[in-house]
């Protein structure tokens, strides 16, 4: 079987309407713009609101948006792959859903999830499924209606996480351009510092264990923090040792938006400028799954074709790892 070339050939995205503040958190948690802003660097984030809106809402609107610019009809898609810790139900998968609301009738979709590096991961995934020759358009789209799982009287993580998503299409290329290399690691220690603790089969949910607000996310932040900056950076930095990059041949960094102190660290530790990250956090807070194509998406536009791209996320559980693409467009 041929070897392709798998290329992003586009981009959309979608953040719900309803902006929540730091100045509106302060009046919810013990907390100040000041304290979010120095730790985190996020300033907002975006909630969705409304009965039955789970994640796939804020995917078929990023989707929609994707099939539009790139004039791509629904049933030529083969496969959608949803990155996501927050499925609108247990089963069936959230991009079974998502294929249903697009009219991808010719398409076989799973969800993954590898919490903050499940977008990586599907963008890793989706490339090789090119690759093979197998499938000639594949959708990869990452979102996370993260106010569902989060607490809104904790302020260790209800300043971090917002909703969104993005979402990208891969199909085959030019030689040489497209995806060309990753590292991608987990070690699932990491558990017990960033975990939601109820609602799988090893603690079903129960009147306990919503009283005990055991269905939204704990996170531990100091190990969390090392661990991020130590991981992303060195998976980047692996990366680009094993394919002789240098920080003058790298265009741009994408990195995962969980902490601006993370981004900045993982920068450092590849040598490249400010004036080469790519940062929306801000905006938008950690969207987990949708950070890494929400960048892609706020920043198309000065994209240029041939540029080395990096990608780099960690996630709890612990996932982390980086990407290299060569921009096609």
């Known amino acids: 079987m041929n070897r392709y070339s798998a290329v992003i050939t586009g981009v959309g995205g979608y953040i719900p ?40 809402v804020l995917a078929v609107k990023a989707i929609q948006e994707l099939l539009q610019k790139t004039d791509t009809d629904p049933k030529e898609v083969d496969m959608i792959i949803c990155a996501t810790v927050t499925p609108d139900l247990c089963f069936p998968a959230t991009a079974n859903i998502i294929g249903a609301e697009i009219g991808a009738t010719n398409a076989f979709s799973y969800d993954l999830q590898a919490a903050c590096s499940g977008f990586l991961y599907g963008l890793v995934t989706g490339a090789q499924f090119i690759e093979t020759g197998r499938y000639r358009k594949v959708i990869v789209v990452g979102g996370d209606k993260m106010s569902s799982i989060i607490d809104y009287e904790d302020r260790a993580t209800c300043i971090i996480f917002g909703d969104g998503a993005g979402a990208i299409l891969l199909e085959r290329g030019e030689e040489g351009f ?32 919503v009283q005990n607000k055991e269905h939204f996310v704990i996170q531990n932040g100091l190990p969390v923090f090392k661990a991020a900056v130590k991981n992303m950076a060195a998976s980047a930095v692996e990366l680009m040792e094993r394919n002789q990059l240098t920080a003058d041949d790298i265009s741009y960094l994408v990195p995962h938006q969980a902490n601006l102190r993370i981004i900045k660290a993982t920068a450092q530790s590849m040598g490249i400028s400010d004036d080469k990250v790519l940062v929306n956090i801000q905006r938008y807070g950690n969207t987990t799954g949708g950070t890494l194509p929400l960048c892609l998406w706020d920043y198309e536009k000065q994209l240029k074709k041939g ?21 096609a467009y």
């Open 178 to 209: 497209g995806f060309r290399d990753s590292v991608l690691r987990s070690d699932g220690s990491g558990e017990q510092h960033l975990y939601m603790p109820a609602g799988g089969s090893r603690k079903p949910p129960s009147v306990e264990t």
């Open 307 to 327: 540029d080395n791209i990096i990608f780099a996320a960690f996630g709890g559980g612990f996932t982390w790892g980086a990407a290299y693409f060569k921009w």
């Open 17 to 56: 309407e309803y902006v929540l503040t730091n100045q509106e958190l302060e009046q919810m948690v013990d907390t100040s713009d000041e304290w979010i802003t120095a730790r985190t660097g996020i300033k907002e984030r975006r909630l969705l609101k409304g009965d039955a809106q789970g994640t796939s």
